[in-house]
């Protein structure tokens, strides 16, 4: 029987990137497994904007602690294969996951609107419709707690800041969060659009050094 291969080196390269070392983590996730996340983002379903956004989520499930059990996944790696082929399986699992998911999504008819009918209500929130129109919500998603209060430490507006968190992370009603914040509706309304535009300068700031 012959004796089971262990790739020594790609353990390493998984426990710094277990161990969150931003070089390896860049020289390695980023770039040296690039080329086979591209070919799975090209060619299997996600949701995805682009390669870059592949690549984070992937990053977000195999890096991740558990909530049960505090590791990650990626901790379960032996070095029984190459760490690209465990990263690939991780990827085809994931993607077949979103698909199964997108499958079994109920599909609705699109709601009917008679431009001809006025809303009781058209004046008393067509300005606060047209904010919400201008609003670019965030997605949470994935992400544990810890990294979204480091990505907030970053915003340089500490009401914009609080905006974020107490809509998203403590999920209060846009009321709530307003009155918690002594504003206006209106107030809020406009200075949370500034917020979240904000807060994805930050992202968009922190993944150009990654």
Known sequence: MAALRIYKEDLQIAKSLIDRDER???????QQYYPLFKSIYDNFYTDCKCCKEFMDEIYIV?????????????????????????????????CYNKYDL????PIYEPLKHDPEKKDE?????GDRSKQEELSNPIDF???????VEALLSMMPNTRYRNIIRLLY???KTHKEVAETLGMSMDNY?????????????????EEANV
């Open 141 to 147: 998603s994935g992400m544990n707690r810890a990294d």
């Open 102 to 105: 997108k499958k079994r999504m």
């Open 169 to 171: 992370l403590e999920q």
């Open 189 to 205: 309304y406009n200075k949370r659009i500034l917020a979240e535009k904000q807060y994805k300068q930050v992202c968009r700031k």
């Open 62 to 94: 195999v890096l991740a602690p558990s909530k049960i059990t505090g590791k990650c996944q990626m901790e379960n790696f032996r070095g029984e294969s190459t760490l690209a082929s465990w990263l690939k399986t991780a990827c085809l699992y994931y």
């Open 24 to 30: 390896a983590t860049r020289r390695y996730f980023y």
């Open 121 to 125: 209500d058209d004046d008393l929130f």
